[in-house]
């Protein structure tokens, strides 16, 4: 995945939320189909569409306990794991099988075979901590880190919004900012447990009853991996030293928005320079990297503050923070004890679960999330056909038309601007459900009664798959996110955008439903991703991927000035979470769904016309089409996290919750006013309403 993919729902998935636990009954979620009837009509949708939408649904759907939050969203990702799962204990027992299914279906059944993995223990992962061990003067660290960067996920080294929880820094394949042909070794700050650097950094008592209990947890999984208990004390006040000076390295979230901070480029000499305690050379020799004339480094502050922490901090102590590292990367692979201690700090403490999701749930997401393109073909082949392709592109080419005709009715920017604008929306390539070619797993040993070593062939695999893109043409038609995934991402640097067939089931995609009811929820993530290209980061961002200033400088200041609107607007208290929001932060994501769903409701508009139709038709239901489109918008974001994760997702992602991705936009909108007669006044309707889009 790429520096500044953004995704549209939410990015916390990817946490280390799933560990372990006894296999009991969990019925498996049916789809839910759009209902009118949901909305609350004792309610006034003039004063919280929010509650009139979604409250009758939440009150129905209370929060599992082995999950962090609730929503339709999170029930179709429920569904997909259980159709993946499906698939996975039909390709673990079948006899004749494809290549891609041997290898998803053995694997899933090695990471099921539950009593092997609690019989070894620890001891699959011996030979890593061993290394580990032997670390005796700092001069060997590079190698050391290497070892560990080749067996650990790699989607923990590259970030997920400010989530930077891999080994000391991150390392990934990313286009050239200047020229998006190329292919750019990345290096990033990375390497704390913790879900971001404020987390290490502030001072409030919550933060500080946070880090107390992470220091806990350090010590636990220390112990757990044969350390006294007096050794494992002292070890994680080293691993804090450590992580707390990454993380005062580290860029800010906001900074780290502005592609111009990131773009750092520097020759091999150059990013030596950086760290004259740390040498890249032996670094890169003992990945297998092909060299590279340049380097982007993302904050060079970064590896400069981890220069001195090399020098400051005795052996001893790196010893401590790579050992937590690695044990705190493959827990999930390990035995029930720390799978236990893992979800216990997690997802218990972290993101507020109460227990831990039955295995075969946590076995179907490792096998999509090592094997994410083996395991995905026996799923769209089963679930997502081609009609869906079919209606899904005439879809996202009629919003596409929608942003065309809007650019065009710009009276903010001038001719030259709108020019550029056409191009690089016409540029743009839409990837809907799947990739075209699937990645051949051909070369990775799969066993059935090896978990561990599974997941560590699969990781070496996929970073050396990444290694080799270093200098290579980019590939635009690669994918970011696996097939099952309910998620959508734009990526300014490809020019594309991406929907992954997991998100074209009810109720975002419903072959059964309206046009104003697909518009209003699968259109909106549509136009979301659309926006995207457009927002505060992707209008930097050329028709060829380049980060390029191609608007006027007078476009370039109408721009900022609605830009601000919209995050002056989100700039704000959200109790839910205990935390402010900072619309500087969530901007894009923000002008994303501002601008998508004014996008989509143009498209739906067109496509009614073309019926002989208009927004205030009745439909079939009896609701008129505007309105059936604005409940159908509210009911895919109907849900709520629990206040643990709703704190660290305000804190370290772009994304507004629910609530405001509902309210703030509609109440932008003198659409929604006339929908449901809203008045000047009301609290949905903004006396100030932002528009970008
Ligand atoms: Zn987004």
Known sequence: MRSLTVCAVICLLGTAVFAENNAESDPTPTLQHFNPEQADRSLDPCSDFFEYACSKWIKANPVPADQFGSGTFFNLAKWNVSALHATLEDAAKATNRTPAEQKAGDYYASCMDEATINKLGIKPLQPELDRIAKLQNKSQLPEVVASIHQIIRPANLNFIDAQYNGVLFGIYAVPDFADARVTLPALDQSGMGLPGREFYLNDDDKSKEIRANYLKHVAKMLELSGETQRQATADAQSVMTIETGLAKAAMDIVARRDPKNLNNKMSLEQVQALTPSFSWSHYFAAMHAPASPQYLVTAPDFFRGMDKLISSEPV??????????????????????????????????????????????????????????????????????????????????????????????????????????????????????????????????????????????????????????????????????????????????????????????????????????????????????????????????????????????????????????????????????????????????????????????????????????????????????????????????????????????????????????????????????????????????????????
């Open 316 to 693: 001893d102590h790196w010893r401590a923070y790579l050992r937590y590292s690695t044990l705190t990367s493959m827990a999930g692979f390990l035995s029930e004890d720390f799978v236990s201690e893992q979800f216990d700090f997690f997802g218990r403490q972290l993101a507020g679960a109460k227990k831990i999701q039955p295995r075969w749930r946590r076995c179907s997401q490792n096998t999509d999330a090592d094997l994410g393109e083996a395991a995905g073909q026996a799923y769209v082949a089963k679930y997502f056909p081609p009609e869906s392709k079919e209606r899904m592109l005439q879809m996202v080419k009629a919003i596409e038309t929608a942003l065309h005709e809007d650019i065009d009715a710009a009276t903010w920017m001038s001719p030259e601007t709108i020019k550029l604008a056409h191009a690089k929306l016409s540029a743009q390539i839409d990837k809907i459900g799947y990739p075209d070619h699937w990645i051949d797993y051909s070369t990775v040993e799969i066993k059935r009664d090896d978990f561990l070593g599974n997941a560590r062939r699969a990781a070496r695999f996929e970073i050396d798959r990444r290694l080799a893109k270093f200098g290579k043409p980019a590939n635009r038609y690669e994918w970011g996110m696996t097939p099952p995934t309910v998620n959508a991402y734009e990526d300014p640097q490809t020019n594309t955008i991406n929907f992954p067939a997991g998100i074209l089931q009810p109720p975002f995609f419903d072959a059964e439903q309206i046009d104003a009811v697909n518009y209003g929820a699968i259109g909106a993530v549509i136009g979301h991703e659309i926006t995207h290209g457009f927002d505060d980061q992707g209008r930097k961002f050329d028709a060829d991927g380049n980060l390029k200033d191609w608007w006027t400088s007078a476009d370039a200041a109408n721009y900022d000035q609605r830009d601000q609107c919209i995050q002056d607007q989100y700039t704000q208290d959200v109790p839910e979470a205990g935390v402010k929001q900072n619309g500087k932060l969530s901007a894009g994501e923000d002008t994303a769904d501002n601008g998508g769903i004014h996008l989509t409701l143009s498209a739906l508009q067109s496509t009614l016309k073309k019926q002989g139709k208009d927004l205030d038709s009745l439909a079939p239901d009896g609701v008129t089409e505007l309105q059936n489109f604005f409940l159908a918008y509210a009911n895919v974001w109907c849900g709520e996290l629990r206040p643990e994760a709703a704190r660290t997702a305000v804190m370290t992602q772009g994304h507004s919750l629910p609530r405001y991705r509902i309210n703030n936009v509609v109440a932008n909108m003198p659409e929604f006013a006339h929908a449901f007669s809203c008045h000047a006044g009301q609290p949905m309707v903004h006396a100030n309403q932002c528009r970008v889009w």
